[in-house]
């Protein structure tokens, strides 16, 4: 019975993490699907604890891309509820002098990655509490330290499990890191500068072609635009111009017709261009990354 007892609190305490949900992992990678490098991290996981919920974000991530990897998962994130552990793994320095972190999000979640800009934008628009740095020597997966590089497996899946099955505590990881030396890609913020609208496209959507940008909705309602007014949208990457035209600011696609480009607003209520059953970045030859940005005028003297 005593036996009993002890395997049922163990298995209970095991089900739940340290914010009393079911310990629930979520992977991003540049791996893809073709080889085991993705199952192997979620063995890992699975070895410290069978009950672990994991999940994909995706495993497409561009090799070496870590700007659409910071995007992806400032698109995804907060949809996740607090006390949610994210591996995200695209490290072209990996066993090199860059720091691998946990960040603990303002909203709860923690995200465990090397510290080369994947951070960018959830610090921004999220916020994050607390950075402690993941110490390899403390947090490595027993009998891996002959391995140099694959700390997805070694160490990030390793830690990121133990921490969502409460078999570490967020504090034992390792010291402090200031949330201020946490490394930041630099890009165009969205804001207003007089009759213009400047903004970033940090990720294109792949299946479609759409331009997104990190330009919210609510700013271009402040700034006076309304559906089916037209607006002078230019493009540029790295102050070259690649596209201008003037293009009409509607709530769907089928607004104009098929074979046109149309503003609209994207899932996450960001200024977006898409054509219409068309794909505006093949059009247009338009890419996305921290050194593309666009600018919304306000056409005048047009019927909406």
């Known amino acids: 019975m005593v036996r009993f007892i002890l395997i049922f609190l163990f298995c209970w305490q095991d089900s739940l993490s340290v914010f009393g949900q079911k310990p629930v992992l979520v992977y991003q990678t540049d791996f893809g699907v073709k080889d085991g490098a993705v199952a192997a991290m979620k063995g890992v996981a699975y070895g410290v604890s069978p009950l672990l919920a994991q999940y994909d974000l995706s495993h497409e991530i561009p090799p070496y891309d870590i700007w659409q990897a910071a995007y992806r998962l ?83 899946a390793y830690t990121a499990a133990r921490l969502a099955a409460g078999r570490i505590s967020f504090a034992a990881i390792g010291p402090l890191v200031p949330a201020e030396t946490v490394v930041k890609i630099p890009f165009q913020a969205a804001r207003r500068e007089g009759k213009l609208l400047r903004g970033n496209i940090p990720v294109l959507d792949p299946q479609y072609g759409n331009i997104w940008t990190n330009i919210p909705l609510q700013l271009v309602q402040d700034f006076g635009v309304r559906y089916g007014d037209p607006l002078l949208v230019t493009v540029r990457k790295e102050g070259q111009q690649v596209y201008r035209d003037t293009v009409l600011f509607g709530n769907t696609f089928s607004v104009v017709p098929v074979g046109k480009p149309v503003a609209y607003a ?24 921290p050194g593309w940005d666009l600018v919304i005028e306000k056409v005048t003297g047009l019927k909406r």
Do not use: C
């Open 266 to 289: 994207n899932s996450l209520l960001n200024f977006s261009l898409g054509i219409n059953q068309g794909n505006f970045a093949q059009e247009f030859k338009v890419g996305s990354g």
């Open 74 to 156: 400032r698109q995804t994130v907060p949809y996740w509820p607090a006390g949610t552990v994210f591996v995200s793994v695209v490290d072209p320095g990996v066993g090199s002098a860059r720091r691998s972190v946990i960040a603990k999000l303002k909203t709860g979640q923690f995200i465990v990655t090397p510290d080369n800009g994947t951070l960018t934008l959830l610090a921004l628009e999220i916020g994050m509490d607390e950075v402690r740095l993941l110490e390899e020597e403390r947090n490595r997966l027993p009998g891996s330290s002959a391995s140099y590089t694959f700390h997805g497996r070694d160490l990030y």
